[in-house]
């Protein structure tokens, strides 16, 4: 009987494929999606390219390239909010009313699966985009369930910012592998005149996806996990402790100034940029910028620090996706090739030091010249961590940012938090 009923599924399974291969022939010339679920990209026009505020300034010049070359299938460019939970919920929204306001989208590497689940964004051709030249862990956050839901544009991997100035003056020889040593620098960096007001430690502690990505990189760095191999939360355990230990003792001992508790990307960069922090964890965009400010020249990037030794960041980045109810389907299929390209990738490293997903760039001897915190770039995302890839992400990165702001905060302890973010996690993904 079950022989039978495995020759049955397979016959199915191979009459469902014919019927795709069929309907992806011929579907209709607009570009939606037949009724079969296969997708026609055809249609050629217009488009629009959805992303969070750019504080670069080097999209639209990649635009307006895009827009010269061709002149009746010009893309606008949609700015969202900087906050990262805002730009999903607008996109969510956009696609629960199946608008066509939105062609492609620019996805945190993490939401790939939740929107693919949802049929949100359309599965893509994998021989349309040069995957094999991509650093793995990159290529697998555009990916859900084996088939290409995004292509890559962008990776990202936590770097520690640290005023080499100051640790060279106060005799220190290299940056900080562990916390312990971090706060042992910077006792000592703050008894030099120059460091006078300046606060040790900041990341991103806002109740935004941030916070999500702090707590899960000092869990991972003390040994911990959010979730396990097989996606099951395991956040109540002692190397989870340690872990939010960190940050919530950081807190409580001035390692980390309390105004950080309001700090996204921006207002870190900013602090730092300012003079007003030793040590600060952020994306290597922030590189650039810097460079432009008053610390130009007086600083440097290392690997996060950990438990014992190295941490572990988050796996950061953005990938490209096509709205499932986008018009011009064609247009947007090329225009994502062109801006994931090896060559746009390299033009958004040098004017905005955003990290290339092409693993030839950090290997280019004349670029990690020019660039030298490249190879601690391409090593912080060898060895990242993703964060769980969930279908229900929202619920998810909700409660880790309402138990480890608890935590920090105070209102609860380290050990009441995670039992209850545990708690909570099960309930999420539960099947």
Not at 34 to 52: C, D, E, L, M, N
Not at 191 to 201: E, I, T
Request: hydrophobic share 40%.
């Amino acid at each position: 009987m079950k022989t039978t009923t495995a020759r049955a599924l397979r016959c199915s399974a191979a009459l469902a494929a014919a019927a795709l291969l069929l309907a992806a022939c011929g579907s209709s010339d607009d570009g939606s999606t037949a009724q079969s679920g296969a997708t026609s990209f055809t249609g050629r026009g217009p488009i629009t390219f959805v992303a969070g505020k750019d504080t670069t300034g080097a999209v639209q010049p990649v635009l307006d390239q895009w827009n010269k070359l061709h002149p009746k299938e010009k893309v606008t460019f949609i700015q969202l909010p900087t906050d990262a939970d805002a730009q999903r919920q607008q996109m969510i929204q956009n696609a629960e009313t199946k608008s066509d306001a939105y062609t492609v989208l620019s996805l945190d590497v993490v939401w790939t699966s939740e929107f693919a689940a949802h049929q949100w964004i359309d599965r893509l051709p994998a021989q349309s985009f040069p995957l094999d030249r991509m650093l793995k862990p990159v290529v697998e956050t555009a990916k859900y369930r084996g088939g290409l839901y995004a292509a890559p544009s962008s990776s990202d991997g936590g770097l520690l910012y640290y005023r080499t100035d100051l640790l060279k003056q106060a005799g220190i020889s290299k940056a900080p592998t562990t916390w312990a040593e971090l706060k042992a620098d910077c006792a000592k960096v703050k008894k030099l005149p120059a460091a006078k007001g300046m606060s040790c430690y900041a990341g991103q502690f806002q109740k935004y996806e941030g916070l999500t990505v702090n707590f899960s990189e000092a869990v991972n760095s003390a040994g911990g996990v959010v979730t396990d191999a097989n996606g099951r939360p395991d956040v109540d355990t002692p190397q989870a402790k340690k872990g939010l230990d960190f940050l919530a003792g950081s807190f409580r001992d001035g390692t980390i100034p309390k105004e950080a508790i309001t700090y996204q990307e921006e207002d870190g960069r900013q602090a730092f940029q300012a003079g007003k922090l030793v040590f600060l964890r952020n994306w290597p965009y922030m590189y650039a910028l810097a460079g432009k400010s008053k610390v130009a020249g007086k600083y440097a990037v290392a690997p996060l620090p950990g438990l014992t030794g190295p941490g572990s960041s988050s796996l950061g980045g953005h990938n490209l996706a096509l709205s499932s109810f986008a018009r011009n389907k064609a247009t947007a299929v090329d225009f994502m090739k062109f801006y994931s390209s090896e060559t746009t990738a390299k033009t958004f490293l040098e004017k905005a030091s955003l990290a290339p997903p092409y693993a030839a760039l950090y290997d280019d001897p004349a670029l990690a010249r020019q660039y030298p915190y490249l190879p601690v770039l391409k090593q912080s995302i060898l060895r990242a961590v993703p964060r769980p890839r969930v279908v229900g992400y929202g619920d998810v990165t909700s409660a880790i940012q309402q138990e480890a702001y608890a935590a920090l905060t105070g209102t609860k302890s380290s050990a009441q938090a995670l039992k209850d973010l545990q708690s909570k996690l099960q309930k999420s993904t539960a099947q």
